[in-house]
């Protein structure tokens, strides 16, 4: 036995040496709130990688260490600055959101979350709830206030949200328990000592017993996919007592068994143990489509934030434009009154209407303003923190392109399409089947339970002869003297057990019958009421995208009209100006009425801006609609995930000597001017 102690004691000397060598809480205290959260060494490494010698021992129980986030942009934005200005097409904007955005970059994660999730159920544990963030709030695009009185800009506003995809449901947690599939090792290590005072003398020969106890347990338990749960154990105790009707003192007893329980009603079936490996894989296709959802929700806002700067900068075009007819019939009154033709009133008038325009030109040219904040924010990690991106002026160098004939589609192919790739109903659709999975567990628990429990077990004993014994003339008696097989050390422990000297067996049934039942039956209706409200709420979504599609085409339908009709308005509107112009040359017309159809031009002006730009939105609200915003902007799904777009920024168009666009570059189109291919 002494052997046995020995290296017993060494190895707890090892592992206490093991120990000394991991980061304390004396050089990490916890009132330092990393101490908690980090450990000493953040590199980060694979799991195979061994930093110390004792690694492959503990590497099971040392968290992962993850890379630190990023927050430094992408090279793409920094080779479209130039001079100040951040030149950016619609593809670039897009490319930049794909590899800097926030909401994106946080779903990442949810990838990484999905794997451990499956991790976790094939231990045996509780997927937690879908990694699935909140709907990503849109910057705001509507207008603060068309410049000139007029409509205010048609915005996206959809039906078409982000769903937050719930986990499972709390009573499908309540269903019949899982085995715990990682097997465990489980020790005892005790030393005692007892003094206890006896009040007759025939059982242990002495009125004060005392034992000095030591116990050595070890054993190893798992959870099988059948129910089953088993466990082998091997058990020690030392003792040494000062009886002197003990055989033998000091003795060891020892036992090696095994116990298996066997469910055979309430928690038996592969199916049944298995579910939550089953809905921890359908999270990982959950997490696929709410990743699509968000980058879907992402890019069309960049699109809208994009289009509605396009149109806040012709905006400011059409405002500069009405100064600039403002200060040419201030200077014609004020040349008509010095010659006498004219009443000093009329350039008071002509006074009061430049300073409606250049306050109308300041509040057009603040709105641009913030819309680039609110596109820089949406493209970059760091939002305006850079001073570079900060001060730098969004030049957009694409427009809204209207083409002269409209794609015809039937309906219901285009509603086909969106209940086939829309992500979100698919998404709600492997929920409901996670919840009919779950239910699975509802359902077992309102069987009995019936368990068939088999225990098999050795016994050993040995030790040395008492020496507290009655002798005979110096010899124990051989009524109490201990049997040979008795006698010796630990390897007659060892011996004993291999033999099955002393074998122990047992099987059974354990029967549990619940007479009403009625918390497993309530579990059950609840769940499958709520399994219905479920499917409810899938063809609601189903409807919501049919109405989300015929809303979509609808504005496109009334958006086209809109536009050529402000085409028809501008170019009439201009026929005016120029004829009331001549009228006012000829002295046939007033300031006021000259005044009057400027104003009425530069209104027409705003409101061909405003329809381009709700068919530009119109067009982005039913991508999002049909679920082909990716398609669209030609987003592969690989090239997301990773944060890397693969297509070069688009070149910079040529600068003339004011550092504009050339008249080729087409950023911004004349007020009034076509925009059809």
Known sequence: MKPFQSYLALLCVALLCVGTLEPSFAQNPPSQPEALSKPEDQTPRLDSQSPHWYSPFVHSYDPKILPPITISNSSRIDSLLRGGNLYLSLQDAVALALENNIDIEVQRYGFLIADENVKLAQAGGLPSTSPVTPEPVAASVTSAGAPGGGAGLTTFGGGNTVSVAGGINPLLAAGSAIPFYDPQIIGTLQWGHTTTPEQNTITSGTTSLTSQNSIYNVGVTQGFSSGAAATVSYNNLVQDQNSVRNLLNPYTTAS???????????????????????????????????????????????????????????????????????????????????????????VTRANAELSSDEQNLLIGQTTV??????????????????????????????????????????????????????????????????????????????RPTLNMIGTLSNNALTGQTNPLLPTTSGVTTTTTAAPPVLLGGYGNILAQLA????????????????????????NMAIAQLQMRQNELEVQKSVNQIRQDVSNALIAIDQARARYDAAEKAVVLEQQLL?????????????????????????????????????YGLAKVQLDQSLGTVLESNRIEMEEAKTGKVSRPPSPIPDLNRTGNLNNGGEAHRPPGAASKE
């Open 256 to 346: 090696v068994g095994l116990t298996v329980t066997q469910p055979l009603l309430q928690g038996f079936g592969l199916a049944l143990n298995r579910r939550n490996i089953r809905i921890a894989r359908n999270f990982l296709k959950v997490n696929d489509y709410v990743f699509a959802q968000q980058v879907i929700s992402t890019v069309a806002n960049v699109v809208q934030l994009y289009w509605n700067l396009v149109s806040y900068i012709e905006n400011v075009e059409v405002e500069q434009q009405s100064l600039v007819y403002s200060n040419k019939l201030l200077e014609d009154n004020k040349k008509q009154v010095e010659i006498g033709t004219l009443a000093p009133v009329e």
């Open 578 to 614: 120029d004829a009331e112009q001549k009228k006012y040359a000829l002295g046939t017309s007033t300031p006021f009425n000259v005044i009057s159809v400027q104003r009425d031009l530069a209104n027409t002006q705003l409101s061909d801006v405003q329809a381009l730009t709700a």
């Open 369 to 446: 303003r913030q819309q680039e904040v609110l596109l820089k924010n949406a493209i970059s990690r760091n939002g305006i923190a850079s001073p570079e991106i900060a001060e730098a002026h969004v030049v957009p160098t694409d427009r809204i392109r209207v083409p002269e004939v409209e794609p015809v589609r039937p309906m219901q192919d285009l509603i086909s399409e969106a209940l086939d790739k829309r992500p979100d109903l698919a998404e709600t659709r492997i929920q409901l089947e996670n919840t009919r999975i779950g239910m699975i567990g509802i359902r077992d628990a309102m």
């Open 499 to 522: 033999g099955r000297n002393f074998p122990n067996y047992t099987a059974g049934f354990q029967l549990d019958i619940p007479l009403r039942n009625r918390a497993a039956q309530a």
